[in-house]
């Protein structure tokens, strides 16, 4: 799977992939009817958005029978990685960490996800540099 096909998942295409990501697979069918619960989408819509997620090679279809079946080409994990990495190589290096303690703050964890965080930090804070410089301009400019 290209990065570049996750990258250019449009935020409608995120919330089908979640549906099929979630149920491992689903028919055309199966996908409407559970966002139209979440959606007021029209079932052109949500075909329409299917078949661009097929030709971004985001999913792949199956026939069996009547109905087509769509299956994830990349794995959510997978996705969700690609686009966090690439929304922060748009950020400002010196900034990533507060914009990662805002994140922390503003977001639901559990007492693993913390504990697994709290061991990362931990050995990261062996090897991490007193300071990080600016990349937003070349030469002496700082943030």
Request: hydrophobic residues 40%; glycine residues 4%.
């Amino acid at each position: 799977m290209a990065e570049t096909a996750v990258a250019a998942m449009t935020t409608s295409e995120w919330e089908l992939m979640r549906i099929i990501w979630t149920e491992g697979e689903a028919s055309s069918a199966e996908v409407i009817a559970l966002m139209q619960e979440k959606r007021d989408w029209s079932q052109s819509t949500i075909k329409t958005l299917l078949g661009r997620l097929v030709k971004k090679e985001m999913l792949q279809t199956e026939k069996k029978g009547r109905h087509f079946i769509y299956h994830p080409t990349v794995p959510e994990t997978e996705a969700m990685n690609q686009t966090v990495s690439e929304l922060f190589t748009h950020l400002c290096s010196m900034k990533k960490g507060a914009v990662i303690t805002n994140l922390l703050t503003n977001v639901a964890l559990t007492k693993t996800d913390i504990a697994q965080m709290q061991q990362v930090l931990t050995d990261k804070l062996e090897t991490a540099p007193e300071t990080i410089a600016c990349d937003c301009v070349p030469g002496e400019k700082h943030c």
